[in-house]
């Protein structure tokens, strides 16, 4: 298994405050990404990153922010939480393959549940 | 933006019956994916597709990658328990460019 974890696990937060989330990987790939899935929608990309300090939006980034000062780390903050953002959000990782026929594979953290009431 | 629909949005099957799903878009792609997730976890990759018409199959599932490069399918045989899940289709267009999720499938098997 590729070395994503994800923090915190679950988390429950109240109406307009921030909060972060946090992504952390072992293996060194260049980009990054933040989805987050809810019912009936799947998994929409929020942001990415393609390497430190490179990011970039997704299409569902308003409210979101995110910041990579190191590869291994991807930190995404809601600068104020709204009960729309209550979701569960997942990080994946992956390495560009720049040979034809190679697949630029995203791995996957286990996800944090987040609730904000 | 690019859009993927994925259906059925749900299936639910009897242990040992054969699933299929598929995955349209209005625009083309250069690889499809799918993924499945299992409960209280992220997706895995299942099978990757590189080519129109391309067929490709990874133990009980075949996945094919369709000659228009506008949809994609993905067909498991002989369904056991542990097949339940969620599977998502993907499509992307470069090597290094993040990818376009369909909405899911999800499937329960009854045993």
């Known amino acids: 298994d590729a070395g994503i974890t994800q923090s915190p696990r679950h988390k429950v937060t109240e109406t307009g405050t921030p909060v972060t989330l946090r992504c952390h990987q072992t293996?060194?790939?260049?980009?990054m990404y933040w989805y987050r899935q809810d019912p009936g929608h799947g998994l929409r990309l929020i942001h990415y990153?393609?390497?430190?300090?490179?990011?970039d939006k997704g299409e569902v980034s308003d409210g979101y922010s995110v910041s990579r000062s190191k590869t291994e780390d991807f930190l995404l903050t809601l600068e104020s939480a709204t009960s729309s953002q209550t979701s569960v959000y997942f990080c994946?990782?992956?390495?560009?393959?720049?040979?034809?026929?190679?697949?630029?594979?995203?791995?996957f953290g286990p996800g944090t549940r987040l609730t904000v009431l | 933006g690019q859009q993927l629909n994925q259906s059925p949005q749900s299936m639910f099957i009897q242990e040992g019956e054969d699933v299929s799903m598929n995955c349209t878009s209005s625009?083309?792609?250069?690889?499809w994916l799918w993924y499945k997730q299992d409960p209280g976890e992220g997706p895995v990759l299942l099978i990757a597709?590189?080519?129109?018409?391309e067929l490709t199959s990874n133990g009980r599932l075949t996945a094919q990658f369709g000659i228009t490069r506008k949809d994609s399918f993905l067909n498991i045989s002989a369904s056991i328990p542990s097949d339940v899940g969620i599977y998502f289709c993907?499509?992307?267009?470069?090597?290094?460019?993040?990818?376009?999720f369909g909405d899911g499938t999800t499937l329960t098997v009854k045993p």
């Open positions: 993907a499509g992307l267009n470069t090597n290094a460019g993040k990818s376009t």
């Open positions: 625009s083309i792609f250069n690889t």
């Open positions: 293996e060194n790939h260049r980009y």
């Open positions: 597709l590189y080519k129109a018409g």
């Open positions: 990153s393609y390497g430190v300090k490179d990011t």
């Open positions: 994946a990782i992956s390495e560009p393959l720049m040979r034809q026929g190679m697949v630029n594979e995203q791995f």
